[in-house]
């Protein structure tokens, strides 16, 4: 397996703008999670799939993003419009089960300028 | 809720000494424990993780870490660092029985020198 597939790797977009960041976990999963990296708050979860299903969102920063999972295959986090202190690397992970290791995507970096 | 410290931003090292990256939590539940490695720009890969069993965990690259119940600890070692051992470590939580959501600490950056 490829393992996670995020794209783009980088985005540069002006402020205002939407952004559409795109995540195909591993064929087979059933989990499927949104993390943001930054310098000043670490790494946070977003929000939670499982069985494509949201099951905890409490993470999402605000109305500006959304997030959906159409299929087991398929996910997006949007984020409209968008603010520089938006800018971040955001991580896809997927896992299969409870108690099972998460595997990362290689993530996107999202420069808001 | 959860929280994680990992009490050490970086760690300068040299090559073949021997190292330990600091982690304690906090939760009012019982929570699986993980470590997991970034390398520059790179995603998360998975070092080793505790469930249950013997507190002593061995994983992959040569590293180990142990459970303290008492002191709401695991920290990461290794006997003997390598260069490539250079990248950052992230220790996290995750509750029993809630679904793999990890709650992170705030990485610590091993630098490991010639």
């Known amino acids: 397996d490829a393992g996670v597939i995020q794209s783009p790797r980088h985005e540069v977009t002006e402020m205002g703008q939407e952004v559409t960041l795109r995540c195909k976990p591993i064929?087979?999963?059933?989990?499927l999670f949104w993390y943001r990296q930054t310098m000043m708050r670490g790494l946070e979860l977003l929000i939670y799939f499982n069985n494509n299903v949201p099951i905890d969102d409490s993470g999402m920063p605000e109305d500006r993003f959304s997030a959906k999972m159409p299929n087991a295959s398929f996910s997006t986090l949007k984020i409209q419009p968008s603010e520089p202190r938006d800018s971040a690397v955001y991580f896809c992970?997927?896992?299969?089960?409870?108690?099972?290791?998460?595997?990362f995507g290689q993530g996107t970096r999202l420069t808001v300028v | 809720a959860q929280s994680v410290t990992q009490l050490d931003s970086q760690v300068p090292v040299f090559e073949e000494a021997p190292v330990e990256l600091r982690c304690n939590y906090s939760s009012s539940v019982s929570v699986y424990l993980f470590w997991y490695v970034q390398y520059p720009n790179q995603g998360l890969q998975l070092l080793l993780k505790?469930?249950?069993?013997?507190?002593l965990v061995k994983g992959i690259n040569g590293f180990e870490a142990e459970f303290n119940k008492s002191q709401t600890s695991f920290h990461l070692r290794k006997p003997s660092v390598h260069i490539s051992d250079t990248a950052e470590y992230f220790c996290a939580v995750s509750e029993i029985n809630a679904g793999n959501m990890l709650t992170f600490g705030g990485g610590t950056r091993l630098m490991v020198k010639p």
């Open positions: 505790y469930l249950s069993g013997s507190t």
């Open positions: 064929s087979g999963h059933n989990s």
């Open positions: 992970a997927s896992s299969y089960g409870i108690s099972t290791e998460a595997f």
